[in-house]
């Protein structure tokens, strides 16, 4: 069985695959500080509350936006596992051209968010939405070249920062909502969040689709904890939750 950690800066979000099903998904709060003690004893317990055997897992893979982590992820791999992880980083088989200016800039997150979507969707001009501690929009053309695209301030995190930032506003539940106009604090709150990103994605995939997709309009993937939030605004033309782990499953049959 195959274990795929998505690492972001928020939550750890693991995957179980096995051959080409994902049997078990587990989340974990996110700390630069987790020693690989710590990693190790959570992984193999959440595997065996699940009623996986730790010792069945033959390969995992990682993909990691916090540096910092990747040390105890490693570690805990090879004392707990026994095994050196695939690690999503330069120099590893994604089947992408990446034409950014310097390769190396870009997320493990985006590369393997890529990798899973030419993989599900192939032969298509792509743009992925996804919607992490921060929200990232890429574009990647059937010919699997990786353009680029933006990253923007994610959906909790400018919550956050208007509670953090403010003497007033309090924190709120991220919810859709049908009204552009709130009619308490909270409500006020929750429609800015919610159609200033349905506004924001909306316009930057028509100026990005514009740009570099003028022949052949992009198929829109939504991906990350938020993509459900904005189900009823036809923004996406699919919506995949577990992209990254895609991603990581596809990038271990390549780099086997």
């Known amino acids: 069985m195959l274990l795929c950690l998505d690492v972001g800066n928020s939550q750890i979000f693991c995957g179980v695959y096995e051959d080409d099903e994902l049997v078990l998904q587990f989340r974990r709060t996110s700390s630069a500080r987790s020693s690989s003690d710590e990693l190790g004893v959570f992984l193999r317990g959440a595997l065996r509350e699940n009623n996986l055997a730790p010792e069945a897992i033959s390969r995992i893979a990682i993909c990691s936006v916090v540096p910092d982590m990747l040390y105890s992820l490693r570690s805990c791999s090879q004392k707990y596992f026994s095994m050196e992880p695939l690690v999503m980083r330069p120099g590893i088989k994604t089947g992408l051209k990446i034409s950014y200016k310097d390769p190396k800039e870009v997320g493990a997150d985006r590369i393997a968010d890529a990798i899973g979507a030419i993989k599900l969707y192939p032969d298509r001009n792509l743009v992925i939405v996804d919607f992490g501690t921060a929200t990232t929009i890429c574009a990647i053309t059937r010919d699997r070249e990786f353009l680029g695209g933006n990253i923007v301030p994610g959906v909790r995190l400018a919550m956050n920062a208007l509670e953090e930032n ?25 429609s800015g969040l919610y159609w200033s990103n349905v506004g924001m994605v909306k316009e930057l995939v028509a100026r990005m689709s514009a740009e570099v997709f003028p022949d052949a309009p992009p198929f829109v993937i939504g991906t990350g904890g938020f993509a459900h939030l904005f189900d009823t605004e036809d923004i996406f033309d699919a919506v995949v939750p577990d992209l990254i782990l895609e991603g990581l499953r596809e990038a271990v049959r390549l780099n086997s």
């Open 166 to 190: 403010t003497a007033q506003l309090p924190s709120v539940e991220i919810v859709p909502v049908k009204t552009a106009v709130g009619r308490t604090t909270v409500e006020s709150i929750q």
